[in-house]
């Protein structure tokens, strides 16, 4: 039973290009978490998705960044025109559809760690 | 204030040694996660608790509602658990989403 996959696991961008990041949940489960650790901080929410829908994406700076889940295939976060204060490692976490009853689980991937040169 | 604090920030033990850590926390929780993070590397779940005391191997989570707080131990600590350990909760307010502290850097020498 493969984990949570991310990748790209490094990612190199210079400044002005795009980034994509993508995950891909344990098998079965049908909720992802965005989680953003910058350097010398600790994590911080982004965005929770389930499949097409967005629950909440109180974290998530206003611009530039966007996350989806669709129907099929990983869920992607994406971030436009990067900057060198983007440079951090983004971690996805997946967890149960909540009427499993296994509320609160989550389940953490290796991270992207991106770099903005 | 950070709604989440643990203690200490870095910690440096000899092998063998009891290890604790320990979090507070100023929010009304509905769930408690204890996170290693190594260097360079992923972040595994040790535990997830919302009462009372669970055990892993050598690693011992425990709980207390009324007080805000949680501890993780370790027993007989071996160099293997140099890491940074992470508190997180997930908030009453907050749907399910994790809060977290800023972790705790172990460092075990032998």
């Known amino acids: 039973n493969a984990g949570v996959m991310q990748n790209p696991r490094h990612l190199v961008r210079r400044r002005g290009q795009e980034a994509r990041l993508r995950c891909s949940p344990m098998?079965?489960?049908?909720?992802v978490y965005w989680y953003r650790q910058l350097p010398e901080e600790g994590l911080k929410f982004m965005v929770y998705l389930q499949k097409e829908n967005i629950i909440d994406e109180s974290g998530m700076p206003k611009e530039r960044f966007s996350a989806e889940f669709p129907k099929e295939g990983p869920s992607i976060l994406r971030i436009q025109q990067v900057v060198r204060g983007d440079s951090a490692a983004y971690f996805c976490?997946?967890?149960?559809?909540?009427?499993?009853?296994?509320?609160?689980?989550?389940?953490f991937g290796p991270g992207t760690r991106l770099t903005v040169t | 204030k950070n709604e989440v604090e643990q203690s200490p920030q870095n910690l440096t033990a000899q092998e063998g040694e009891f290890i604790t850590i320990n979090c507070s926390y100023s929010v009304g929780i509905s769930a408690l996660h204890w996170l290693q993070q190594h260097p360079g590397g992923g972040i595994v779940s040790l535990f997830m608790?919302?009462?009372g005391k669970k055990k892993h191997g050598r690693l011992i989570a425990t709980i207390n509602i009324q007080e805000k707080h949680s501890s993780l131990h370790i027993t007989a600590s071996h160099p293997r658990d140099s890491a940074v350990y992470i508190c997180?909760?997930?908030?009453?307010?907050?749907?399910?989403?994790?809060?977290f502290g800023e972790g705790t850097q172990l460092t075990v020498n032998p």
């Open positions: 976490a997946s967890s149960p559809n909540p009427i499993t009853g296994r509320l609160y689980e989550q389940y």
């Open positions: 608790l919302s009462s």
């Open positions: 997180a909760v997930v908030k009453e307010t907050s749907g399910s989403r994790l809060t």
């Open positions: 098998k079965g489960h049908s909720h």
